[in-house]
């Protein structure tokens, strides 16, 4: 069974880090694109970062570029995002998502429970 | 990287069918063989419905079909049951090998 668990999500100040982790099992981790995808409250769902199987391939959405920096570790089936510079607009409900595709998007199919950010002083 | 545009909301009763719109341009929608619908139940994870603009992964009902016409793509729901209420999404693939944009969303109630 795929499963994508994410973790490292909690209450940030302003103008703070925070560095989120996705663990992967149930598939072959370094055959897919991954997405980290967010919902803020009452809004809907945002793409925020893309990666490649080989981190060949990243794109970012304007609202985070030069903030956020998404990663991989293949060795370690795990997906990251680093947060820096949060902004309390960054406040919402995190999703780890893999893709169908391997080099580039084509279908974003499975989605984790996600994390919660809250960035708030 | 305008989000694509999605009714807000959309209605119908149980048995009857209802299509929700997902409109993009020729950079997105209507230039990707990438567009997707999922199904968002409060406090779920999204569930992917249609993939590739007309496909059904495994265990999807054959009640839920997609379709495009132009810059705009559509899911149409036959046969509807309470349970189909939801939040529903669109996405496309947007270039630049990675990008992916998203619709607003719209609220199915049935």
């Known amino acids: 069974e795929v499963q994508l668990v994410e973790s490292g999500g909690g209450l940030v100040q302003p103008g703070r880090s925070l560095r989120l982790s996705c663990a992967a099992s149930g598939f072959t981790f370094d055959d897919h694109v991954m997405h980290w995808v967010r919902q803020a409250p009452g809004k809907g769902l945002e793409w925020v970062s893309g990666i490649g199987w080989n981190s060949g391939s990243i794109d970012y959405a304007d609202s985070v570029k030069g903030r956020f920096t998404i990663s991989r570790d293949n060795a370690k089936n795990s997906l990251y995002l680093q947060m820096n510079s949060l902004r309390p607009e960054d406040t919402a409900l995190y999703y780890c998502?893999?893709?169908?595709?391997?080099?580039?998007?084509?279908?974003?199919?499975?989605w984790g429970q996600g994390t919660t950010v809250t960035v708030s002083s | 990287q305008s989000a694509l545009t999605q009714p807000p909301s959309a209605s119908g009763s149980p048995g009857q069918s209802v299509t929700i719109s997902c409109t993009g341009t020729?950079?997105?929608?209507?230039?990707?063989?990438?567009v997707s619908w999922y199904q968002h139940r409060p406090g779920k994870a999204p569930k992917l419905m249609i993939y590739?603009?007309?496909k059904r992964p495994s265990g999807v009902p054959q009640r839920f079909s997609g379709s495009r016409s132009g810059n705009t793509a559509f899911l149409t729901v036959s046969g509807l049951q309470a349970d189909d209420e939801a939040d529903y999404y669109c996405s496309s693939y947007a270039g630049n090998n990675i990008h992916v944009t998203f619709g607003g969303g719209t609220k199915l109630t049935v």
């Open positions: 020729s950079s997105d929608v209507g230039g990707s063989d990438y």
């Open positions: 998502v893999k893709d169908m595709g391997l080099a580039i998007s084509t279908s974003p199919d499975v």
């Open positions: 590739e603009v007309t």
